[in-house]
C-alpha cells in the first residue's frame, strides 16, 4: 500500500514538473513575439545600406566629374613650351577617357542599385542616360536589358518594346537579348495577341541554343493560350 501511494506520489510529482517545464519553456523561448521585430530590425538594415550604397555612389560620381572638368590653371600657352603643351593634351585626353569609364561604371552601379531594390523609376532613367552618353559601355547591352525589364515591371509596355527592339539591332546574339525576346513575347499575350507570342517563343527557341533561355522558351511555347 505504501508502495502504491509513495508510486502515485512520484507520478504526480513528475507531472507537475513537465507541466512546469513546458509552461515555462513555452513562456520564455517562444520566438514568436521577437520575429517580428529582428525581421523589422532586418529589414531596417537593408534599407540603411541601401542608403550608403547610394551615397557613395553618388560621391564617386561627384569626384569623378570634377576631376575630369578640373581645368590647367598652370598651363603655359608660349610657343617655346608647345611640346610639353601636346604632352599635357595628350595625357588629359587619356584622363578624360578613364574618368569616362569610371563614371559610366559608377552610373551603371548606382542604377543597378536601385533596380534590385525594385525602385524602377529611380532606376530608368540611369539606365537611359547609359544609353544615351556611354554608348561604349561595356554595361551597355545588360543596361539595354534592365532598363526594359524596370519598364515592364512598371507596366509601360511601348517603352519596353521600343527598348527590346533596339536591343535586338544591336546585339542579336546574346543570351540576354534572348529573354528580352521572351518578355517581349509576354507583352503580347497580355496585350492579347497570343499567336504572335507563340511564333516569338518559337523562334527564340531556334536562335538561342543557350540551355536557359531554350528551356523558358519551351516552358513559355507550353503555356500559351491560344
Do not use: W
Not at 590647367?72 to 603643351?85: G, Q, V
Not at 561595356?138 to 509596355?157: C, D, H, K, R, T
Not at 518578355?183 to 541554343?209: H, N, W
Request: proline share 4%.
Amino acid at each position: 500500500m505504501k508502495v502504491h501511494v509513495y508510486a502515485l506520489f512520484t507520478l504526480a510529482l513528475a507531472t507537475l514538473i513537465l507541466g512546469g517545464y513546458s509552461f515555462l519553456k513555452d513562456h520564455f523561448y517562444d520566438p514568436s513575439p521577437y520575429e517580428h521585430h529582428i525581421g523589422r530590425l532586418e529589414e531596417q538594415v537593408r534599407r540603411e545600406k541601401f542608403k550608403l550604397e547610394i551615397a557613395r555612389l553618388e560621391s564617386e560620381e561627384f569626384r569623378q566629374s570634377v576631376a575630369t572638368l578640373l581645368p590647367n590653371a598652370m598651363k603655359d600657352e608660349s610657343e617655346l613650351n608647345y611640346p610639353k603643351r601636346l604632352l599635357a593634351s595628350v595625357t588629359q585626353s587619356q584622363q578624360a577617357d578613364y574618368y569616362r569609364t569610371l563614371q559610366a561604371n559608377t552610373l551603371f552601379m548606382k542604377a543597378k542599385a536601385f533596380f534590385r531594390a525594385k525602385d524602377y523609376v529611380s532606376a530608368n532613367p540611369l539606365f537611359e542616360k547609359i544609353i544615351q552618353e556611354f554608348s561604349y559601355s561595356e554595361n551597355l547591352s545588360e543596361a539595354y536589358f534592365l532598363l526594359s525589364e524596370g519598364y515592364y515591371q512598371l507596366g509601360q509596355y511601348e517603352p519596353c518594346v521600343r527598348y527590346i527592339k533596339e536591343m535586338v539591332q544591336l546585339f542579336p546574339e546574346t543570351e540576354l537579348t534572348g529573354f528580352a525576346l521572351l518578355r517581349l513575347g509576354q507583352v503580347y499575350e497580355i496585350q492579347d495577341r497570343p499567336g504572335e507570342a507563340l511564333q516569338l517563343y518559337k523562334t527564340v527557341l531556334r536562335s538561342f541554343p543557350q540551355r536557359g533561355v531554350a528551356s523558358q522558351a519551351s516552358q513559355m511555347i507550353r503555356s500559351v493560350n491560344l
